[in-house]
């Protein structure tokens, strides 16, 4: 029986991020498929206006907070969360996990080149991480297919997806049965933390819950974006607080 708390009507998970990684690891053997999203307050706030990506969360086999913010804003739930659960640290820990392991991995999205300097470096991170394939985020319908032909010919275990949000849940979405992978993940930009093309906040920073804040002043195009962050404490704090 999961344990939810509802953010703005989306569904997270109430788990820490170790149970997050057992929970997954249920998944990677019960025979079924699965799909995992991490929202942060922007793709909340998106899906505030996007009710397919509603549905889409509201659907999703395990929903984990990737922002502080959402932690902040379940003080107002009836079930609080416990500690941020971020989407590159949690595939962090299930390479950690399935590395000594047949379980596999394939990397999808990204720049071109991006999904396999991501693999290359993961791979001597974490050995004996098997990677069984990869491809970047740029492709019309008839390369989809080959991709989707790919993915199943593959069957990884792991189906990373790095499309950006909401792209990427809805493509899981749409096309999770025909890729033959037990668990799958947008993973937003995470290939280029992986690959070492972007750096990650320093720990003092994610500590303090201002990872949203490093990445504002390292990259400064992304302040159309944060001004999501101000409305959806504003939007938390005048519906949430009516519960």
């Known amino acids: 029986m999961r344990k939810l708390t509802q953010i703005l009507d989306v569904p997270f998970d109430a788990l820490t991020m ?9 998944f990677l053997g019960d025979g079924k498929q699965h799909y995992i999203c991490t929202p942060n307050p922007e793709i909340v706030m998106e899906a505030q ?33 416990k ?8 595939t962090q820990r299930l390479f950690a996990e399935i590395a000594d392991t047949p379980h596999t991995v394939y990397f999808f999205g990204g720049a071109p080149g991006v999904a ?4 290359r470096r993961m791979k001597k991170q974490y050995a004996n991480l098997k990677i069984v394939g990869g491809h970047n985020g740029y492709f019309d319908e008839e390369e989809e297919k080959k ?8 069957a990884p275990s792991i189906l990373l997806v ?34 070492g093309n972007v750096k990650r906040a ?14 504002l002043i ?21 519906k949430q607080k009516r519960r």
């Open 49 to 81: 206006q996007d009710a397919r990506l509603m549905e889409i969360l509201r659907k999703a086999d395990m929903v984990v907070p990737d922002g502080i913010g959402v932690v902040w804003a379940s003080r107002y739930s009836e079930i609080v969360l």
């Open 116 to 119: 396999a300097a991501a693999g």
């Open 218 to 238: 390292t990259q400064p195009t992304r302040w159309k974006r944060m001004m999501r962050l101000p409305k959806f404490a504003l939007t938390v704090l005048k």
């Open 147 to 154: 991709i989707l032909a790919d993915i199943k010919k593959c």
């Open 18 to 26: 170790d149970e997050a990684v057992e929970k997954a690891k249920v």
């Open 83 to 90: 500690e941020r659960v971020a989407g590159y640290d949690l």
């Open 202 to 215: 320093p720990k003092v920073f994610r500590k303090l819950g201002l990872e949203w804040f490093f990445r």
């Open 162 to 195: 790095g499309l950006g949000a909401p792209k990427q849940e809805k493509w899981i979405y749409d096309h999770l049965a025909e890729t033959e992978a037990k668990i799958a993940i947008g993973v937003g930009g995470s290939f280029d933390v992986m690959a």
